[in-house]
């Protein structure tokens, strides 16, 4: 079965700096999709970011990109210049490619950004 | 930009009671999901649907949940018999799912706040 594990619980960031949140999963799939959903305090569920497992290139989306290693298994998420309005809950998510299973989410890391 | 809509936004519900949520999928997409985040905890995985079948669910998914999509346009989520650890966010997912949408991520609608009495 395919796990999500997010060790951070909780992360801060200085306004206009650079967060790092990590992300990593286990998998005995070959191809397959990760993402970056965010969670403000309104609790919608927003898509950051996507990659898919054959692209090496890593995604990128305006302030946020991915670092993706496949062979490493780690899927972490960037975010520059952070702003206030990128305090949330962030969570890592998997699927397989093949299936349109469900969604397999990490337990989330909560990111504070200080003024 | 489409949206998946849930009704209501909030439920508060005796327990024991049925409550019955409701999604609107995006309307070509084919693929629905259910699933539930107890407050301070990770989103779960409930059930997903395709053609007018569950094609998997979670153990989470018990006897006192069904899915049904009864009018061709709502996606319901019902639950039985509501219990106390039934409270919790519950978000409805809806994917295109075919040919060269089949990588398209999944839309989550707002959720709707189940508060059980």
């Known amino acids: 079965a395919q796990t999500v594990t997010q060790s951070q619980p909780e992360m801060s960031v200085q306004e206009a700096e650079t967060v790092t949140l990590s992300c990593t999963y286990d998998t005995s799939e070959s191809d397959y999709y990760l993402f970056w959903y965010k969670q403000p305090p309104s609790r919608q569920m927003i898509l950051v970011i996507r990659?898919?497992?054959?692209?090496?290139q890593n995604a990128t989306e305006n302030r946020f990109s991915v670092n993706f290693q496949k062979a490493a298994k780690s899927f972490s998420l960037k975010i520059s210049d952070s702003q206030l309005g990128d305090a949330a809950m962030y969570f890592c998510?998997?699927?397989?490619?093949?299936?349109?299973?469900?969604?397999?989410f990490g337990a989330g890391t909560r990111l504070t950004v200080k003024p | 930009e489409p949206e998946v809509t849930q009704t209501p936004s909030h439920q508060v519900t005796q327990m024991g009671q049925e409550v019955i949520l409701r999604c609107v999928p995006i309307s070509n997409h084919l693929y629905f999901y259910w699933y539930r985040q107890i407050l301070g905890q990770k989103v779960e995985f409930l059930v997903s649907?395709?053609?007018?079948?569950?094609?998997?669910k979670s153990e989470i998914f018990d006897d006192q949940f069904s899915v049904e999509r009864p009018d061709g346009s709502n996606f319901t989520l019902k639950i039985r018999s509501t219990k106390l650890e039934d409270s919790a966010m519950y978000f409805c997912?809806?994917?295109?799912?075919?040919?060269?949408?089949?990588?398209?991520?999944?839309?989550f609608g707002d959720g709707t706040r189940l508060s059980i009495l």
């Open positions: 998510a998997y699927r397989g490619r093949f299936n349109n299973n469900d969604m397999r």
């Open positions: 649907f395709y053609n007018n079948e569950i094609s998997e």
């Open positions: 997912a809806t994917s295109p799912g075919r040919g060269q949408y089949r990588n398209q991520p999944q839309h």
């Open positions: 990659q898919e497992a054959y692209k090496q």
